[in-house]
């Protein structure tokens, strides 16, 4: 881990503003995540007293969940409800009691793992992340209940790992919706796939994909930073990879 950094309490915990990283139980000079400065960090309590965490519907039984005020560059968390169990695939930043009850909190992959630990004890969750991106150092201080490998599927949510981006990067699946995250950049023009990381093993990672969701009837693409119409996404999405 780059940085000087002080050990210290597993209860401790700090956010930075920049990015939304959490740091559990030490203290950095710099964040781990995207480089900020220590100045730009506030104890998890104060973020849940300047931030909460919004729910917007996508559809009847998906939410995105944002914090709010906006915090830093987080990605979009879903809550997904899946009859008798209740995912969210990956998590805010920001910890609020508020939020519905969630079962089984599972990743993309290990970027932004929010404040995961503190959701994980709040709600007695069940925590999940590939075993490939669990061995990263940005994971240290968070719990993981399970460490996946390859695909799986659990009440109507799909699991596809596909590499590339991190080496445990995994798309989920659920009825008509496809939880992408971060993999591909669709707000930004032009789109483009996540240049951060294996530029080779994402294009694979892409590739594999396509082939999924060939099979697939989808209508939705969840990603990090947008919601929007499969049938416009898939489109760009196959020139990308071409």
Not at 46 to 72: A, M
Request: hydrophobic share 35%.
């Amino acid at each position: 881990m780059d940085g000087l950094f002080t050990t210290l309490s597993t209860l401790d915990q700090y956010v930075c503003l920049v990015c939304g990283y959490n740091m559990v139980g030490f203290f950095p000079t710099r964040c781990p995540f995207c480089g900020a400065e220590r100045i730009n960090f506030i104890t998890s309590e104060e973020c849940s007293e300047k931030f909460e965490v919004k729910e917007i519907p996508v559809s009847t039984n998906v939410t995105r969940l944002n914090s709010s005020p906006s915090l830093g560059i987080e990605h979009a968390a879903y809550r997904i409800e899946a009859g008798d169990c209740v995912f969210m695939v990956d998590c805010p930043s920001s910890f609020d009691t508020g939020l519905k009850n969630i079962d089984i909190i599972t990743f993309t992959h290990h970027h932004f793992l929010g404040a995961s630990n503190l959701y994980r004890d709040h709600f007695d969750a069940y925590v999940r992340l590939h075993k490939k991106d669990s061995e990263n150092p940005l994971c240290l201080g968070f719990t993981f209940d399970n460490l996946f490998q390859g695909s799986f599927a659990e009440s109507d949510l799909e699991a596809f790992h596909i590499n590339g981006h991190t080496p445990g990067f995994t798309a989920y699946i659920f009825q008509d919706h496809l939880f992408i995250c971060d993999y591909v950049f669709y707000k930004i023009k032009p789109v483009s796939l996540n240049p951060y990381g294996s530029a080779v093993s994402t294009r694979q990672g892409a590739k594999d994909l396509i082939g999924i969701l060939e099979e697939k009837d989808l209508s939705i693409v969840c990603g990090y930073n947008y919601v929007c119409d499969y049938g416009e996404w898939i489109v760009k999405f196959k020139d990308l990879v071409q």
